[in-house]
């Protein structure tokens, strides 16, 4: 939308086109939106030098929309068609000069379908100036500080002048070039720029992309498309990612000590190592159970020979005759050599845990109805069995679960961002000496 408040228009004195005045007391120059030529803003507009076979560059924006940038009000006075050119390939982008009559100038740059603002930067950085050949010296990433943010250098480019219109404070020339070094935050980017005539250093933020296109009136149509993603784009990760990244480790290390604190509580015997009498299966063993608080372990270990195995069948009845479960457990032992040595798979011991219903004499029915020599199923070669119960006996399983899925939420969380973090430095030209 036009800003009906203009100040007053003057005519270009090469052409006779009328000029909008809106820039501010700044400019120096008024480029002429009709004929290309450059005026002189401080000696009655008269031709500098003229700009020739430009080619508009592509933007919904013209001079003289208004809209709304960071919570204020800014009134386009001048538009750069920008252009780079390296190993062959062309880069282009648009920058919109920007006026407040209460915040003073800024740039609005469209690049690849994206909104950037950018501002002259006042404050102290650190350090006050980085040229390109300081960046080709540096043995590793070069880095600045500024407000609290810490910069990482991002690129190197150098940018002609393709095409001009409307009003700046300074003289643009077409073919005009700067050089800009580049770093990049985790928020906002700092940018040394040298034009062979001035420094300048300049910071940039991302902008919230529709509300600045419907603060300026451009429709959805008219928009741009976006052509991959920008490296001050937010990433789309959750704001508090390095939180919940620590919040899981350290949940992940509860579970690990609460873990060990169970496994300690091993609970008390209620039957010793019992053995039983194999030429009797199937056979009943009781046991008494004082409490129903923790849980009840039944452990079974088998004398095995080399390779083979024994499938262990057990039911439980309470002291109500009324079964509480059924259960299946194998036995084996396996050893042998390899390419990578030898190997030996030792699972003679197997255990049930199981929560007591109440107190009283339970019946536990063992029987061996299948094992066998390797993969054979010719009978149970036990040389013996022994079954010993314990009772208020506590599982370190479920912490352990816990555990686990804490640290696959941190590590998962952790290479997310580190994703998002790859694709925001994609596009950079540092390369990190082998």
């Known amino acids: 939308m036009r800003d009906p408040g203009q100040v007053h228009a003057i005519q270009c ?130 880095g600045a500080d500024s407000d609290g943010e810490h910069f990482r250098y991002y690129e190197t480019s150098t940018a002609r002048i393709a095409f001009a219109e409307g009003e700046f404070t300074w003289r643009p020339r077409q073919e005009d070039t700067s050089t800009t070094v580049s770093l990049l935050g985790p928020r906002t980017s700092l940018a040394y720029v040298d034009n062979g005539q001035e420094r300048e250093i300049e910071r940039s933020w991302y902008l919230p992309q529709a509300a600045v296109w419907d603060s300026f009136g451009v429709a959805v149509a008219d928009r741009p498309g976006i052509a991959g993603p920008h490296p001050l784009q937010p990433a789309r990760v959750p704001a508090d990612t390095g939180f919940l990244i620590a919040a899981s480790a350290v949940f992940a290390a509860v579970c690990a000590v609460l873990s060990v604190v169970f496994l300690a509580m091993g609970g008390r015997d209620v039957l010793p190592p019992t053995p039983v009498d194999l030429r009797t299966l199937p056979t009943e063993i009781t046991f008494d159970l004082t409490e129903t608080a923790g849980l009840a372990q039944l452990r079974f270990h088998g004398d095995l020979a080399n390779n083979t195995w024994a499938w262990i069948g057990a039911t439980l009845t309470d002291p109500e005759d009324v079964p509480l479960f059924e259960a299946g457990r194998e036995l084996g032992y396996y050893s042998g050599r390899d390419s990578e040595g030898h190997w030996v798979e030792d699972n003679r011991d197997t255990t049930v845990l199981f929560h007591p219903t109440e107190v009283g004499t339970y019946t536990l029915e063992l029987d061996i109805p299948e094992g066998g020599l390797g993969e054979a199923s010719d009978g149970a070669v036990l040389g013996s069995l022994s079954v010993s119960v314990r009772e208020g006996a506590s599982s370190a399983r479920p912490p352990l679960v816990l555990m686990v899925i804490f640290i696959v939420i941190a590590i998962g969380l952790f290479l997310w961002r580190q994703s998002a973090e790859a694709r925001r430095w994609a596009g950079s030209d540092w390369e990190d000496d082998d």
Not at 52 to 60: D, F, G, H, I, L
Not at 114 to 120: A, E, P
């Open 13 to 142: 004195t090469n052409c006779g086109a009328g000029l909008d005045v809106l820039g501010g007391g700044r400019v120096t120059t008024h480029v002429c939106s009709y004929c290309g030529s450059a005026l002189d803003a401080l000696d009655n507009y008269r031709v500098l030098t003229r700009f020739s076979e430009m080619t508009r560059p592509a933007t919904p924006l013209r001079i003289g929309d208004t809209g709304q940038l960071m919570g204020q009000g800014w009134q386009i006075i001048g538009i750069l068609g920008l252009c780079e050119t390296w190993a062959g390939k062309s880069w282009t982008w648009t920058d919109h000069l920007l006026f407040s009559p209460t915040h003073g100038y800024a740039w609005l740059t469209l690049e690849d379908g994206h909104l950037i603002v950018t501002r002259r930067w006042r404050k102290a950085v650190s350090p006050g100036w980085m040229s390109s050949a300081q960046v080709e010296r540096a043995n590793t990433r070069p």
